[in-house]
């Protein structure tokens, strides 16, 4: 077995790994699939077809606009299956249109399901008198006054139209004379006007127009028309010579409204006189054109799941807060001076790590605070818990991230709001992302100062908190915290840290100690000993990871793998990865939170394997672009919990769990109705890992979870 040739050797590029934009979109169709979920609320599963819809919207606008400009600039740089930026879009196209006619057929048997339900959405339809008189007053005095019909002619050149902006053409005619106009849906008027009574019935503000042209353009006849919706390129591509990150960003945003449009989507039967008029205004020539079955703008249907019918929503649920720090009458710092904390989110309240801060704020024996922000959002009580600490005097450090996609105009604001409040705000790396999640806190104590760290999975954003899987590690053991201060000495002055105890960062050495501890494995399978690999991610990438794990497989080394979306790893295939096995979770949470566990000659799970937490994915970004790190959990509790727990949990769901097969495709687990485990439901349903103890005192026992492999 040790001569074996390596995988690299005897399989080709695309035998050896699956096509990442592919895989992509296999993901998006396994949240698609979750909108036909019988087992879901109605709109919750209305909820799942909105999200699949604005996922492949980024996915146009990021990662399709990104291969496009390759092709435009004639790089033949290949994929790692061995794909140019022309072939991976002529696939993509191929596979992007059957995942978009399903999303049409969905919505379809979705709209049949809520009107049944008593949720009507309306089309060209006529309504009753009183619904037609309503619907013509508000159209007079809430949206006439908004909307502004363009001409379309030599002296009204093609408006600019804004990314994911929904636009209407007209071609009219008043005697011998024929004008084209466009009429722009105003993004502040509601896509979806309700009209008062039950049943709840909406209509689309573009249906709505078309209803009131008489109105809109009196004395003219409507010939045809139609409505088309664009993507623009939207990535922002960060200059190595950028002199003022902060000044690149403000143009950099305002360069990207106007962003080259990637993707048209038309109206069915559009006039063809019309497409072509629109395809030159856009100066869309080189854009995917799509004609839409249906509804424009699936993603707008979010829209509707706010209407107010908890019967057609999951039950509520509220997270618990940890009852360690309950026991210590929420003193979040004796909480964790006593013993290391781990809270899982959504099960387990944000308000932990929102409340460290906050505390670490008022807290005359604070002296400094920092922290990194990738994703805040837009009512962060942390960054305003910030911002009091550093009126209040205490030294407060920022590490506000710009580059983070579609969040860097919000995180300007955030930046400049904690400068005037005198905190210090850094932007780390020009070329870099600092995508860690790390608090940190110095307190003044009897015998000196304590340093007191938060470690995420997830981003300080307390709206996305509620829905994503994530983990908090919070923890006041020294060698940590002196750590974290050389991993924020190194982004906020470059100072490379050169003695960490504990944590391992990225771009530093993440994918070399990640390749160590695979060979590990390996080197105990081969002398006999028990070896095994489970991890939990929401991407796997990497090549180098991807080769050393077949590597692994070869040498006998089971591996459990849970990657919610991107898989490039081609798993259970004859000499090349048999013993892999990969699953993806997707249910009422977004899974988010990375854990790595190796049995470390040990039958899994056990004390003595080493398991970590981190902020990174197994991609090359996050091993050679990003500020990320790893850290190994040595606490007995906080290491028990992640691994007979977290990690066991994640492996033994049967209900919202897809088995990926050897030829790229998904397919769900049908288990007995006796067997069912549902990862979500469980963690719902028991005790807080952080308050175990209290819980078993109460007489509640938590489940002995047990993963055994090939069921």
């Known amino acids: 077995m ?22 992509w979109l296999a993901f998006n169709r396994r949240v698609l699939e979750e909108a036909c979920n019988e087992a879901h609320p109605l709109l919750e599963r209305l909820r799942f077809l909105s999200i699949s819809a604005s996922n492949l919207d980024e996915f146009f606008m990021v990662r399709v606009a990104g291969l496009k400009t390759h092709q435009a600039l004639g790089i033949e740089e290949r994929s790692a299956d061995g794909l140019t930026p022309g072939q991976q879009l002529s696939e993509i196209a191929i596979v992007a249109a059957a995942l978009v006619a399903s999303q049409y057929e969905v919505w379809e048997t979705l709209r049949e399901a809520l009107a049944e339900a008593g949720i009507e959405v309306i089309g060209e339809e006529p309504l009753d008198a009183a619904a037609e008189t309503w619907l013509d007053r508000h159209f007079r005095e809430q949206i006439f006054p908004v909307l502004t019909p363009q001409a379309i002619d030599p002296a009204h050149p093609f408006p600019f139209i804004a990314n994911l902006g929904l636009t209407l053409i007209f071609e009219l005619k008043k005697g011998k004379v024929t004008v084209s106009e466009l009429v722009l849906a105003p993004p502040t008027v509601p896509r979806f006007i309700r009209i008062p009574g039950e049943p709840a019935r909406f209509i689309p503000l573009e249906s709505l127009i078309r209803r009131k042209t008489d109105y809109l ?15 623009r390129d939207s990535d922002i591509e960060v ?16 360069r990207r409204r106007r962003g080259r449009v990637v993707r048209l989507e038309l109206e069915p039967d559009l006039p063809k006189s019309l497409d072509r008029g629109i395809k030159d205004g856009l100066h869309a020539a080189q854009a995917i054109i799509a004609e839409a079955p249906g509804l424009l703008g699936l993603a707008d249907l979010s829209l509707l799941v706010e209407e107010d019918r908890p019967d057609l929503k999951f039950p509520p649920f509220d ?45 005359p024996d604070v002296v400094a605070i920092k922290q990194t922000l990738y994703r805040a959002g837009k009512q962060s009580a942390i960054l305003r818990a910030l911002i009091d600490a550093a009126e209040a005097g205490k030294s407060v450090t920022a590490v506000v991230e710009l580059k983070a996609r579609f969040e860097e105009e919000q995180n300007l604001m955030w930046a400049s709001a904690l400068e005037r409040a005198g905190v210090q705000v850094v932007y780390g790396f020009i070329d870099w992302k600092t995508h860690a999640k790390v608090s940190m806190v110095v307190r003044r104590e009897n015998k000196g100062f304590r340093t007191y760290c938060h470690f995420g999975t997830g981003n300080y954003h ?117 013993n892999i096995s990969v699953k993806s979770i997707v249910g009422r949470f977004l899974e988010h939170s990375r854990m790595w566990c190796f049995a470390n000659g040990h039958e899994l799970p056990h004390p003595d394997a080493k398991v970590y937490i981190s902020s990174a994915d ?24 992640l691994l007979d727990q977290v990690m066991v949990a994640n492996l033994i769901d049967n209900q919202q ?52 492999r090939g069921r």
């Not at 088995?659 to 069912?676: A, E, T, V």
């Open 217 to 231: 353009f009196p004395k003219y006849t409507v010939v045809r028309g139609g409505a088309f919706r664009i993507l």
């Open 319 to 363: 997270p618990r807060f940890p009852e360690r720090i309950l026991e210590h009458g929420g003193d979040s710092f004796a909480a964790i001076r006593e013993k290391d904390i781990l809270a899982h989110h959504p099960y387990e309240s944000f308000e932990a790590v929102v409340e460290f801060i906050k505390q670490a704020a008022a807290d």
């Open 657 to 708: 769990s897809w088995r990926l097969n050897p030829d790229g495709s998904y397919q769900r687990l049908q288990p007995k109705p006796d067997q069912i485990f549902n990862l979500h439901d469980y963690f719902m349903s028991n005790p807080s890992l952080s308050g175990r103890g209290q819980a078993l005192k109460k007489g509640r026992r938590v489940p002995k979870l047990r993963f055994q």
């Open 462 to 578: 307390p709206v996305t908190a509620r829905i994503y899987t994530d983990l908090s590690y919070f923890t006041a053991d020294p060698s940590i915290g002196r750590d974290a201060a050389k991993l924020f000495n190194y982004i906020t002055g470059y100072l490379e840290p050169t003695s960490l105890k504990q944590l391992v960062i990225s771009p530093q050495k993440m994918r070399d100690e990640l390749l160590r501890l695979i060979d590990s494995e390996i080197a105990a399978a081969k002398d006999g000993r028990p070896a095994a690999v489970w991890a939990k991610m929401n991407s796997l990438v990497d090549p180098q990871i991807i080769d050393k794990m077949y590597e692994a497989s070869n040498a006998g080394v089971p591996i459990d793998l849970v990657v919610r979306g991107i898989c490039c790893l081609r798993p259970g295939v004859p000499e090349m990865s048999r």
């Open 2 to 23: 040790s001569d074996a040739p390596p995988p690299s050797a005897v399989f080709a590029p695309e035998q050896r790994y699956f096509n990442r934009e592919l895989s």
């Open 239 to 254: 200059e190595e010579e950028a002199e003022d990150l902060v000044r690149f960003f403000q143009t950099a945003i305002k």
């Open 618 to 641: 197994w991609m090359p970004r996050n091993f050679d672009r990003r500020i990320e790190y790893m850290l190994p959990i040595t606490n007995k509790t906080v290491h028990a919990q």
